[in-house]
């Protein structure tokens, strides 16, 4: 039941927490303004300022200057090794093992169908999250036809305790992007390994928002996006995780060029290279690869284990701040309330949701509407504050109560 007789509390608690807040002056680091609340990074990651002076010195001195020769000279061949390994730290990974190229669809493609490869013989089905993105079920649809598998949608907590000697691979999301609610990523991969599977997580929606341990956990093959919360720019490259003792193993259902063993050679028969650079196919995107790289220098001097202290603070802060303002039985919490089972955003289901959501949005309070009645709001700890979150709360109270 709403209370507006909190409201003074609540700002001097948003005030005391931004006061406290150990990564405050990270916000300064984005393009940003305080006129609007920027609640989906969920979505798009804000604009680091660092992204427009470096694209800058690419286009006109490395490309414009220097041209072909910055294959070389300016490390373009090697960025897909040195940015994964940038981001490998962010994920839990060892050097090594991470590469960066080609869109998340595309990623999940070659995972998937790699990790099926793998299995042990005689396997017959893919897992996939029932709740899915719907993307990665469209790729696991298309991986089981080229493979002769069936695909099997399971609830994301239940596929650990559903795979069985038929289980060849499953392919499950870290963070579910309608709800918020994380998954037990050590435990169902070490399920699917006791059923002689492998695991093959989306990390779409964890990633740069709370710490991920792929190496800890034994996670076979990994996918993310890095336009979320890596704040790498629309389009921006998606990376492929491949376990070391399962690189040399690692059969891409889409060998090219690049992740050949000598490319430039231009040999007819196909001999992969060594490493994660099996993941490679074709030419590397460089602009948006080196956007990326520029991007990721938010992240210097900052741990995951502060910006997922942040995250479930703020969290904590704007559902404590809803179940205040909001007027009685106008929205019902869909985001887990259990830190264990909350990824960095928080999903309201509400009627007319489509009409509040463009409500908000013209009064500076930028979420994004799922259908056909989910309000969500992504949490970027890098630049949100505890100020956002309250006032984001006040505006959507008005706007509910406008609209019941």
Known sequence: MSDPTRAPELTARAAALDAADPLAAVRDRFVLDDATVYLDGNSLGALPAEVLPRLADVVTREWGELRIRSWEESGWWTAPERIGDRIAPLVGAAPGQVVVGDSTSVNVFKALVAAVRMAPPGRTEILVDAATFPTDGYIAAAAARLTGHTVRPVPAAEVGAAAGPATAAALVNHVDYRTGRLHDMGGTTAALHAAGALAVWDLCHSAGALPVALDADGVDLAVGCTYKYLNGGPGSPAYLYVRRELQPRFDSPLPGWNSHADPFGMAPGYQ???????????????????????????????????????????????????????????????TPAPHAERGSQVSLRCAGAAEVMRELTARGVVGDFRPPDILRFGFTPLYTRYADALRAARILADVTEGTA
């Open 272 to 334: 992969p290279a060594e490493g994660a650079v099996r993941g490679r196919v074709g030419t590397p995107e460089i602009l948006s690869l080196l956007a990326l790289e520029a991007a990721l220098d938010v992240w210097d001097g900052v741990t995951t284990e502060d910006v997922r202290a942040k995250s479930l603070a703020l969290t904590d802060f704007f559902l404590d701040c809803t179940a205040a303002l909001l007027p009685a039985g106008r929205a019902e919490f869909v």
